[in-house]
């Protein structure tokens, strides 16, 4: 499921991909207390079936603030007990403070997801995709470790959220993709800034068509609940792509 929050708020930290982590764990927490702590205090470093992408109205960059005209908050997900929670916790959150900064939920849209059953998929990014290797360090799409690297850490995420690893090896086959440096903190940094480098654009991805729709699901590569690696669907090919 695939809900868009409408969001009015005049000013953002630079770094505002926690402030709307904290908005989405408080919806989560509201629609469904069990659930969040099931995810967030149980299971605080699991893989998570969701991501989210941000996406900010007319924002101008001020030092470390930026000043907006509202935002829109895209929240997807495989797993309909967080996506029920998200609805029922968004309807009863009308305006969210943290460290001085407020958001005032104005709408709540439901989006209409696409069913994937094509093997091969053109995806585009609505936020940054982050990959990053055994330690810790960036691969962008143009490195030749980057296939194997995406194969292995979805792997694992699947393992992780579906109990069985990827059905087919996932592979690129094309892309038009930008290298983004992010600006993000948390409360592991002790107030640093920590610098995420990855990429946005589209790219062209194969694999099984199950795969496939959780990956558009629930987001690609690392920290996908951290605000990156949510996709949109473009196209979906036949075979005769690769012909």
């Known amino acids: 499921m695939r809900i868009k929050i409408h969001i009015d708020t005049r000013v953002l930290p630079l770094k505002y991909r926690m402030l709307f982590l904290s908005l989405i764990k408080e919806a989560i927490r509201q629609g469904d207390e069990e659930l969040y702590h099931e995810l967030f205090k149980e299971n605080l470093h699991q893989a998570k079936k969701y991501s989210y992408a941000?996406?900010?109205k007319n924002f101008k960059n001020q030092k470390d603030l930026l000043h907006v005209e509202g935002a829109t908050l895209t929240i997807t997900s495989s797993d309909p007990h967080i996506s029920v929670a998200l609805i029922n916790g968004?309807?009863?959150i009308h305006h969210f403070t943290s460290h001085?900064?407020?958001l005032n939920i104005t709408k709540i849209d439901l989006l209409k997801e696409q069913?994937?059953?094509t093997s091969i998929v053109k995806f585009k990014t609505l936020n940054t995709l982050l990959l990053e290797d055994k330690e810790d360090k960036?691969?962008?799409i143009d490195n030749h470790r980057f296939e194997d690297e995406l194969n292995f850490v979805c792997n694992r995420q699947f393992e992780s959220q579906f109990g069985r690893p990827l059905k087919n090896p996932l592979k690129i086959l094309a892309y038009n993709m930008k290298k983004q440096v992010i600006q993000e903190s948390n409360r592991h940094a002790d107030g640093k800034t920590l610098y995420y480098t990855g990429q946005k654009g589209e790219f062209v991805l194969s694999?099984?068509?199950t795969d496939l729709q959780l990956i558009y699901q629930t987001g690609l590569a690392n920290r996908k609940s951290q605000g990156f690696?949510?996709?949109e669907v473009v196209q979906c090919y036949d075979e005769s792509y690769c012909e």
Request: negative net charge; hydrophobic residues 40%; charged residues 15%.
């Open 54 to 56: 941000v996406f900010l």
């Open 90 to 92: 968004f309807q009863q």
């Open 100 to 102: 001085n900064y407020e």
């Open 115 to 117: 069913k994937i059953t």
């Open 138 to 140: 960036p691969l962008l």
């Open 207 to 209: 694999g099984d068509p």
């Open 229 to 231: 690696g949510t996709l």
